[in-house]
């Protein structure tokens, strides 16, 4: 294989799971909602998709899902406004 065929090379759903260490129903999962950018080679368009994924497209998926990039902005809170003691209240 050329440099340039193993750069090519697209992954398989099953060797995506692998190297992520989750199941491959979850790696479909993240295909249809669009997270992870793969395409269809099957010959039917109709029937049941065959996806492959790009080295890239993967590397990209991880970038976004890493915690690498920074916490997440937490909102504050507001605390809960205290009933006054000092009372009694009737009902």
């Given at each position: ?19 992520l ?40 998926f ?30």
């Amino acid at each position: 294989m050329t440099n340039e065929a193993i750069i090519r090379r697209r992954l398989t759903v099953r060797e995506v799971a692998e190297i992520l260490g989750v199941d491959a129903n979850k790696i479909l999962k993240f295909i249809r909602a669009g997270e992870l950018r793969a395409i269809d080679v099957s010959q039917n368009r109709g029937r049941k998709p065959r996806w492959r994924i790009a080295p890239a497209d993967l590397e990209l998926f991880e970038s976004r899902r890493s915690n690498t990039l920074g916490a997440t902005p937490k909102t504050e809170r507001r605390p809960k406004p205290r009933r006054a003691t000092d009372f009694v209240e009737y009902v």
